[in-house]
Protein backbone atom coordinates (compact mmCIF):
# COMPACT_ATOMS: atom_id res chain seq x y z
CA UNK A 1 0.00 0.00 0.00
CA UNK A 2 1.24 3.25 -1.05
CA UNK A 3 1.76 6.02 1.61
CA UNK A 4 2.90 9.66 2.48
CA UNK A 5 3.79 10.37 5.53
CA UNK A 6 4.90 13.94 6.82
CA UNK A 7 6.86 15.62 9.59
CA UNK A 8 8.10 18.29 10.66
CA UNK A 9 5.58 20.49 11.80
CA UNK A 10 5.14 22.19 14.47
CA UNK A 11 4.66 25.44 16.70
CA UNK A 12 7.50 28.33 15.71
CA UNK A 13 7.82 32.25 16.74
CA UNK A 14 7.47 34.47 13.78
CA UNK A 15 10.39 35.08 11.78
CA UNK A 16 11.56 31.70 12.38
CA UNK A 17 11.94 28.34 10.52
CA UNK A 18 10.67 24.94 9.90
CA UNK A 19 11.69 22.01 7.78
CA UNK A 20 8.59 19.69 6.60
CA UNK A 21 9.96 16.01 5.11
CA UNK A 22 7.60 13.70 2.79
CA UNK A 23 8.19 10.36 2.18
CA UNK A 24 6.89 8.30 0.01
CA UNK A 25 6.54 4.28 0.41
CA UNK A 26 5.40 1.26 -0.73
CA UNK A 27 5.48 -0.48 -4.15
CA UNK A 28 6.19 2.79 -6.34
CA UNK A 29 7.36 2.36 -10.16
CA UNK A 30 8.07 6.31 -10.83
CA UNK A 31 6.66 9.27 -9.23
CA UNK A 32 5.69 12.09 -11.90
CA UNK A 33 5.09 15.36 -9.67
CA UNK A 34 5.43 15.86 -5.84
CA UNK A 35 5.17 18.77 -3.67
CA UNK A 36 3.53 20.48 -0.58
CA UNK A 37 -0.06 22.25 -0.22
CA UNK A 38 -1.27 24.39 2.97
CA UNK A 39 -4.90 24.28 4.33
CA UNK A 40 -5.63 27.39 6.68
CA UNK A 41 -9.15 26.96 8.95
CA UNK A 42 -11.81 27.81 7.01
CA UNK A 43 -9.99 28.50 3.67
CA UNK A 44 -9.50 26.37 0.46
CA UNK A 45 -6.21 24.09 0.08
CA UNK A 46 -3.74 25.76 -1.81
CA UNK A 47 -0.44 25.23 -3.57
CA UNK A 48 2.91 26.17 -1.77
CA UNK A 49 5.48 24.82 -4.10
CA UNK A 50 5.91 21.87 -6.35
CA UNK A 51 8.02 19.54 -8.57
CA UNK A 52 6.08 19.49 -11.67
CA UNK A 53 6.70 16.19 -13.97
CA UNK A 54 9.30 17.60 -16.10
CA UNK A 55 11.06 18.33 -13.31
CA UNK A 56 10.37 22.18 -12.93
CA UNK A 57 9.34 23.94 -9.42
CA UNK A 58 6.35 26.15 -9.18
CA UNK A 59 5.96 28.11 -5.84
CA UNK A 60 2.80 30.23 -4.95
CA UNK A 61 3.70 33.94 -4.46
CA UNK A 62 3.59 33.70 -1.11
CA UNK A 63 6.42 31.30 -0.93
CA UNK A 64 8.72 32.97 -3.27
CA UNK A 65 11.78 33.98 -1.86
CA UNK A 66 11.15 32.08 1.71
CA UNK A 67 10.28 28.61 1.20
CA UNK A 68 12.82 25.93 -0.55
CA UNK A 69 11.07 22.55 -1.99
CA UNK A 70 13.50 20.18 -2.13
CA UNK A 71 13.88 16.03 -2.86
CA UNK A 72 16.54 13.40 -2.44
CA UNK A 73 17.92 11.60 -5.51
CA UNK A 74 15.15 8.45 -5.26
CA UNK A 75 12.54 11.11 -6.26
CA UNK A 76 10.32 9.48 -3.42
CA UNK A 77 10.92 12.16 -0.65
CA UNK A 78 10.53 15.93 -0.83
CA UNK A 79 11.00 18.50 1.51
CA UNK A 80 10.27 21.55 2.32
CA UNK A 81 12.20 24.38 4.05
CA UNK A 82 10.30 27.17 5.37
CA UNK A 83 11.97 30.42 6.39
CA UNK A 84 10.80 34.08 7.81
CA UNK A 85 7.61 32.36 8.91
CA UNK A 86 4.88 35.07 8.92
CA UNK A 87 1.34 33.87 11.26
CA UNK A 88 -0.36 33.80 7.63
CA UNK A 89 1.48 30.79 7.00
CA UNK A 90 -0.47 28.77 9.97
CA UNK A 91 -2.50 25.78 8.74
CA UNK A 92 -2.09 22.07 7.38
CA UNK A 93 0.52 21.84 5.20
CA UNK A 94 -0.40 18.03 2.94
CA UNK A 95 2.37 16.73 0.80
CA UNK A 96 1.02 15.46 -2.09
CA UNK A 97 1.98 13.41 -5.22
CA UNK A 98 1.41 11.99 -8.19
CA UNK A 99 2.59 8.46 -8.65
CA UNK A 100 2.38 4.81 -10.96
CA UNK A 101 2.88 1.68 -9.51
CA UNK A 102 3.76 -0.14 -12.72
CA UNK A 103 5.74 0.07 -15.54
CA UNK A 104 2.24 0.08 -18.11
CA UNK A 105 0.39 2.54 -15.79
CA UNK A 106 -0.96 5.65 -18.03
CA UNK A 107 -2.20 7.93 -15.73
CA UNK A 108 -0.29 8.48 -12.29
CA UNK A 109 -2.73 7.81 -9.25
CA UNK A 110 -2.60 11.03 -6.50
CA UNK A 111 -1.85 10.79 -3.12
CA UNK A 112 -2.60 12.96 -0.30
CA UNK A 113 -0.44 12.77 3.19
CA UNK A 114 -2.17 12.59 6.17
CA UNK A 115 -1.07 16.57 6.84
CA UNK A 116 0.88 17.98 9.57
CA UNK A 117 0.17 21.55 12.10
CA UNK A 118 2.69 24.18 11.26
CA UNK A 119 1.50 27.29 13.57
CA UNK A 120 3.27 30.64 13.73
CA UNK A 121 2.61 32.11 17.05
CA UNK A 122 4.77 34.24 19.33
Known amino acids: QVQLVESGGGLVQPGGSLRLSCAAS????????MGWYRQAPGKQRELVARFTSTGSTNYADSAKGRFTISRDNTENTVYLQMNSLKPEDTAVYYCNARMRLAPGQMNPYNYWGQGTQVTVSS
Open 26 to 33: GSIFSTSA
